[in-house]
């Protein structure tokens, strides 16, 4: 059974920082792309930054040079440091992982989201 778990998110002042944790657990052989999605009240859900398991990143033009995306492949992390923070990045942050495992082959899972609201 593999479980993603989001840590980190919380009340910031405009301007302020985060930074998301997802860990990735469980009988887990390789973890290909991982990413990091939010959607905020009445919005729908917006792919914010994505990294492969070679390091390549993408990113939501809202959140270039604003937000990073990196990984620990021996830990099966992926993290998101949220700098600059708008209230309009205001959301529910999910990440999810591309993992394959012996038992269930390859197979995308989502984490539970963590709330991140930026106001002042």
């Known amino acids: 059974q593999v479980q993603l778990v989001e840590t980190g998110g919380g009340l910031v002042q405009p301007g302020g920082s985060l930074r998301l944790s997802c860990a990735a657990s469980?009988?887990?052989?390789?973890?290909?792309?991982m990413k990091w999605y939010r959607q905020a009240p009445g919005k729908e859900r917006e792919l914010v930054a994505r990294i492969s398991n070679g390091g390549t990143t993408n990113y939501a033009d809202s959140v270039k040079g604003r937000f990073i995306i990196s990984r620990d492949n021996v830990m099966n992390r992926v993290y998101l440091q949220m700098n600059s923070l708008k209230p309009e990045d205001t959301a529910v942050y999910s990440c999810n992982a591309l993992i394959y495992t012996v038992v269930s082959g390859l197979r995308l899972y989502w984490g539970q989201g963590t709330q991140v609201t930026v106001s002042s």
């Open positions: 469980g009988s887990i052989s390789s973890i290909y792309d």
